[in-house]
Structures are given as structure tokens and as C-alpha cells.
């Protein structure tokens, strides 16, 4: 069993100990020492990271009670050892972590919800509640929850005895065994947990959720705390900061500057279609009316005004009335309409002539085709529809 430093003394970060153990595995070399700072993978917080007698360790996990170290380079056996545990990165975690027992805690008291899936990540945490909340409510949890953090509440870190533990109301994921390892901050929440916690919770700093959807039934959202909160607001201050620039409007009214732009696209996009459709009429009045078929080659980039263009054709000729629109590897993209022909069974035939594929409805079918323009002029404008 190694010795767990990391209970006693949550911001312990540098120590010494004895290596009992290193094994090779594959490139790295998994090592026990006798005490350890280090705290493993485990309560959805990863592994600490650090040095370990001039070695990088890269992960720690825990098996049978022993922490296992793993390392770039192998320790000697019995060697008394300097260790160092990242504390930048041990601290950010412990933020996170209690920052998430605040604010699931809160959830629970507040509107029954319990967390029921909790991953940490290196840009912060996903949670996940089994009930549903609203926009106002996940407010009024991340208010109370920062509140929590102002009244810099004292981080209780105990193991009960039996009895103690029976008679607790604490959260937990799952049925547990053994002694309980009980984390509390009083009046906030009370939840069985294995990773060290901040000391006091003014620690932690800013509480933030950064966005939230349903998911299952239930809800998921990420939280930030502290220095990575810090962290997300500045890179968030800085893109309203340049969309403000963009726009040349103020920062607080970037918004309103943004849906006006919308708005201005939708009306341009109305505008756009209605030119399309009078560059088409004026397109297909320019076509004179046959019997036979008609081939036009365009380029019109909008799919209703293609097939606008078709229908308009249509009803000039007794044929088909076919138009293509060049693609960029050099070939045709094409709609063949007919109020004549049953498209759908002269689309193989077609299809061979113009070197193409595609299919459709008996009044209209779409592919592409590979022949030259010329090639392709020259089928259409002299096929037979097969009767």
C-alpha cells in the first residue's frame, strides 16, 4: 500500500520517497514508491503529472492500493527519490473539482437533480443531471454557487465511522464499500469523493457554465472554474473585442449590431432570388418555341433558379428541354425535364449518350455527364424519346 500524501496535505507538491517498484511496459516504466503526493486517476479527475527523480511522469493510476507512476525513463530500485507534482496543474483541477461539488450540490438541494456523469477535461468539465433546467434556474444555481465561493466556506475532509455514515445524507454515484472518504462544505453539499479539494472555497475563484443542452432526459452542461475560467473570459472578452472592431460597433451592443447584419442578408438573399428568377424569364423568353427538344448550357449557382429555368422550357417545346451547369472538375451537372416523355425510363439511354449518371421522376430527371459540350448538343438536340 503506498502511503497517499496527497490526503494529508491536498497542496503538498514536492516530497521524497523510495522506489519499491519499476517495471518496464513498452516505452514507459511504471513505478511504486513507498508515499507519494501524486494523485492517481479517480473521482473523474485525471492523474497528477510531474517529476519523479529527474523523470517526467506523464500519468499516475492506482491498482490494488499501490500508485503507480508512470514514466519516460526507468528509477533505480530502492533509490530515495525527489518528487515534484505539476502544481499548476494540480491546482487548476482542485478549482474545477470543488467548484463541481458546489455547483452540483446546489442543483441537488435546490431542484432535486443529481449529477449522474462528471468528466474533467484540460478546457474544463461536463456534467451531467438526470432532470431537466432551465436557463433561469441554471442561474440561480451558478449565483448561489459563486456566493459559496465569496463566503470563503471551510472544505471539510473526513472519513465517518459506520454509524456516522448511515445516519449522513451525502451524495454519491455509486454503492461503496469499505471506509467512505466524506467531502463537505457545510450548508453547501456533502458528496463521498476520492480527489483532494481546495482547503477553503474561496480557492476556487469565478464559477462559470459556459453553455448547457438536454441530453437523455436530463441535462448536460461545462463548467469552468477559476484559473480556466479566468482563462475562457479572456479569450471571450477578446472575440467581442474584435467582432466589435469588425462592425464598428460597441462592445455591449454587438448583438444588436449582428442581427441587424442578419437581417440586411435576408433581405439582400430576398432580393437575389427575385433577380435570379427575372435573369431566367428573360433567359427563357430569349429561347424560341419548338417541337423538338432544347439544350441550353449555363451557369446559374442556385438550384431552385436551375430548376425554375427547366420548368420554363418546358412548356416551349414538345421534346425534352435540357440545360447544364459547368462543374469544376470540368464536366456538366444536368436537369432534363419533359411534359412529353417519361424521363425515368429514357434516363439510360440518355445517360449513355451523354456519358452521365443521375435518374429521377418521370417528368424530371438530374445527374451529370462527361461528354463535351459539343458531344452533348449534338445527342440531345437530335434524340427520339423510345416509345
Not at 519523479?52 to 527519490?81: F, M
Not at 459563486?146 to 449522513?168: C, F, H, I, Q
Not at 451547369?325 to 419533359?338: E, L, M, V
Request: glycine residues 10%; proline residues 3%.
Amino acid at each position: 500500500m503506498t502511503e497517499k500524501l496527497y490526503y494529508e496535505d491536498s497542496h503538498l507538491f514536492d516530497f521524497t520517497a523510495t522506489v519499491l517498484k519499476c517495471e518496464q511496459d513498452g516505452e514507459i516504466w511504471k513505478t511504486v514508491l513507498d508515499r507519494t503526493a501524486f494523485f492517481p486517476e479517480g473521482g473523474g479527475q485525471p492523474g497528477d503529472r510531474g517529476v519523479l527523480g529527474g523523470v517526467c511522469v506523464t500519468d499516475t493510476h492506482e491498482r490494488g492500493g499501490e500508485v503507480i507512476h508512470y514514466l519516460s525513463a526507468p528509477l533505480a530500485v530502492g533509490e530515495k527519490v525527489s518528487g515534484s507534482v505539476d502544481r499548476e496543474l494540480r491546482l487548476r483541477r482542485m478549482q474545477n473539482h470543488s467548484g463541481e461539488h458546489i455547483f452540483s450540490g446546489t442543483a441537488h438541494r435546490l431542484f432535486g437533480c443529481s449529477n449522474v456523469g462528471f468528466h474533467m477535461g484540460e478546457d474544463g468539465m461536463t456534467l451531467d443531471f438526470d432532470r431537466e433546467m432551465d436557463a433561469g434556474q441554471i442561474l440561480q444555481i451558478e449565483t448561489l454557487a459563486n456566493e459559496a465561493v465569496r463566503d470563503n466556506l471551510p472544505v471539510k475532509v473526513w472519513y465517518p465511522s459506520p454509524d456516522e455514515l448511515a445516519a449522513l445524507d451525502y451524495r454519491s454515484k455509486k454503492e461503496l464499500e469499505g471506509a467512505v472518504r466524506i467531502v463537505e462544505i457545510p450548508g453547501v453539499d456533502c458528496c463521498a469523493c476520492c480527489a483532494p479539494h481546495v482547503e477553503r472555497t474561496g480557492e476556487i475563484g469565478v464559477i462559470k457554465v459556459q453553455f448547457f443542452e438536454r441530453h437523455r432526459g436530463g441535462i448536460r452542461l461545462n463548467l469552468v472554474c477559476g484559473m480556466q475560467a479566468l482563462e475562457d473570459y479572456r479569450i471571450r472578452q477578446q472575440s467581442v473585442a474584435e467582432i466589435s472592431a469588425l462592425l464598428s460597433a460597441k462592445r455591449h451592443e454587438v448583438t444588436q449590431a449582428v442581427q441587424r447584419i442578419l437581417q440586411e442578408k435576408e433581405s439582400m438573399k430576398e432580393e437575389n432570388a427575385a433577380l435570379k428568377m427575372e435573369l431566367i424569364a428573360f433567359k427563357a423568353a430569349q429561347v424560341p418555341e419548338t417541337e423538338g427538344n432544347i439544350c441550353l448550357f449555363e451557369s446559374i449557382p442556385d438550384e431552385i433558379a436551375e430548376r425554375e429555368l427547366v420548368n420554363l422550357l418546358m412548356e416551349k417545346c414538345g421534346g425534352l428541354a435540357a440545360v447544364f451547369f459547368p462543374t469544376a472538375d470540368g464536366g456538366f451537372r444536368y436537369i432534363i425535364g419533359s411534359r412529353s416523355m417519361d424521363l425515368r425510363k429514357e434516363a439510360k439511354a440518355i445517360n449513355i449518350g451523354i456519358g452521365g449518371r443521375g435518374g429521377g421522376r418521370p417528368e424530371m430527371i438530374q445527374g451529370s455527364a462527361g461528354e463535351s459540350e459539343e458531344s452533348i448538343r449534338s445527342f440531345l438536340l437530335n434524340y427520339n424519346h423510345r416509345l
